[in-house]
């Protein structure tokens, strides 16, 4: 006895649908998502890698240890990561229902990270002024290279937080909102754990060189 079941001839003119389930795939997105995660991660091994590799051409220049303002980088390093933590204060708050309470904890994450980009173009500027910009030694093109691309990650999350808040405000916290705050949750603390290796390696490494 065959199991198969017969599919009903279609209507002239009606359109049949072979298959009629949902076409997503569950948890499709998350994937799709982590896979990007990690195109970011070789990324950014390979400025690292090219960072140390070129950690000591200075070219008879000025080196980190001569220029970098510690204070300031500690003071941007707290920045971002207090604003990962207010960022799990956003989350708690989206599980428990909370729709002001995620987005004054949003608003919060995206000064933070404002703050940070702010005093991070403040301190190129000031390496710049000092003779120290991309074009001097091979040392500060990877040191530009590696530290501007982590501030445009940033930059792109703030944007993409904007835009996560004005689709809250309009839809409130239903699936599809849920989905988009759990990527941005993921891309925010991996460029803090990347902003971790840039203090550690960049300026603490460097001061010390």
Same mark, same amino acid.
């Given at each position: 006895?065959?199991?198969?079941?017969?599919?009903?001839?279609?209507?002239?003119? +009606? =359109?049949?649908? *072979?298959?009629? /389930?949902?076409?997503?795939?569950?948890? @499709?997105?998350?994937?799709?998502?982590?896979?990007?995660?990690?195109?970011?991660?070789?990324?950014?091994?390979?400025?690292?890698?090219?960072?140390?590799?070129?950690?000591?051409?200075?070219?008879?220049?000025?080196? !980190?240890?001569?220029?970098?303002? *510690?204070? %300031?980088?500690?003071?941007?390093?707290?920045?971002? *990561?207090?604003?990962?933590?207010?960022?799990?204060?956003?989350?708690?708050?989206?599980?428990?229902? +909370? =729709?002001? !309470?995620?987005?004054?904890?949003?608003?919060?994450?995206?000064? =933070?990270?404002?703050?940070?980009?702010? %005093? /991070?173009?403040?301190?190129?500027?000031?390496?710049?002024?000092?003779?120290? @910009?991309?074009? &001097?030694?091979?040392?500060?093109?990877?040191?530009?290279?590696?530290?501007?691309?982590?501030?445009?990650?940033?930059?792109?999350?703030?944007?993409?937080?904007?835009? =996560?808040?004005?689709?809250? &405000? +309009?839809?409130?916290?239903?699936?599809?909102?849920?989905? &988009?705050?759990?990527?941005?949750?993921?891309?925010?603390?991996?460029?803090?754990?990347?902003?971790? @290796?840039?203090?550690?390696?960049?300026?603490?490494?460097?001061?010390?060189?």
């Amino acid at each position: 006895m065959s199991n198969s079941t017969a599919v009903p001839a279609a209507q002239p003119g +009606k =359109l049949e649908f *072979l298959v009629r /389930e949902e076409d997503h795939v569950a948890n @499709g997105t998350l994937l799709g998502f982590w896979i990007y995660l990690m195109s970011d991660c070789l990324i950014f091994a390979a400025l690292f890698a090219t960072y140390g590799v070129l950690s000591q051409s200075y070219a008879g220049g000025p080196t !980190g240890a001569d220029l970098f303002d *510690l204070n %300031l980088v500690a003071i941007n390093t707290g920045f971002l *990561l207090f604003s990962s933590i207010t960022y799990g204060f956003a989350m708690l708050q989206m599980q428990q229902g +909370k =729709l002001n !309470g995620t987005m004054i904890w949003l608003a919060i994450t995206g000064l =933070l990270g404002a703050g940070f980009l702010g %005093l /991070e173009l403040y301190e190129f500027n000031h390496l710049i002024h000092e003779g120290a @910009g991309p074009q &001097r030694s091979a040392y500060w093109s990877a040191f530009f290279a590696l530290v501007g691309t982590h501030g445009l990650h940033v930059a792109f999350g703030i944007i993409w937080l904007v835009t =996560l808040l004005v689709q809250l &405000r +309009k839809h409130g916290i239903n699936v599809a909102n849920r989905r &988009r705050l759990f990527c941005l949750s993921m891309f925010w603390h991996f460029l803090d754990v990347v902003w971790i @290796g840039v203090f550690t390696i960049v300026y603490l490494m460097g001061s010390l060189s």
